[in-house]
């Protein structure tokens, strides 16, 4: 529809998002942006009409980029500070109550018991 901002979302996914939007009768311009081929595949067979990209469109865009449970997706490093610096804390291949610290140089540090988890 002309006039109706274009919608990016970042992070389709197989367009769950993307079909609500437009099962409420969002009628502009929709763009599904996600990387992986086999999701966009899906997405594009689900959505016909939509957008189905591996990349950001080019700007300038006269619309919203929205992204629904990507950031939450992306790994990120934890990191703690110690007598011997800041360390990252892994997950180790161990029981799951150890974490496990590595120094700057990938170097496993210590491993200690992981904090008990908070009921409430
Ligand atoms: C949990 S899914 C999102 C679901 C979708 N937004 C929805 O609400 O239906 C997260 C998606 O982000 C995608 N993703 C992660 N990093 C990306 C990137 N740099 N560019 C595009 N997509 C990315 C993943 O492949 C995954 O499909």
New binding site residues.
């Given amino acids: 529809m002309a006039g109706a901002p274009v919608v990016v979302?970042?992070?389709?996914?197989r367009?769950?998002?993307a079909a609500a939007v437009r099962a409420a009768g969002y009628p502009g311009r929709y763009v599904c942006?996600?990387?992986?081929a086999t999701?966009r595949a899906a997405a594009a067979e689900r959505l016909p009409g939509v957008e189905v990209v591996a990349d950001l469109p080019p700007g300038p865009l006269d619309g919203v980029v929205v992204?629904?449970?990507?950031l939450d997706?992306?790994p990120f490093v934890l990191l703690e500070r110690e007598a011997e610096g800041w360390l990252e804390v892994r997950v180790g291949p161990g029981p799951a109550e150890v974490l496990t610290l590595y120094g700057p140089q990938g170097e496993r540090i210590h491993v200690r018991a992981r904090p008990a988890r908070s009921s409430g």
Wanted: charged fraction near 20%.
């Fill in positions: 979302e970042a992070g389709a996914g367009g769950t998002l942006v996600e990387r992986s999701l992204a629904n449970e990507l997706n992306l």
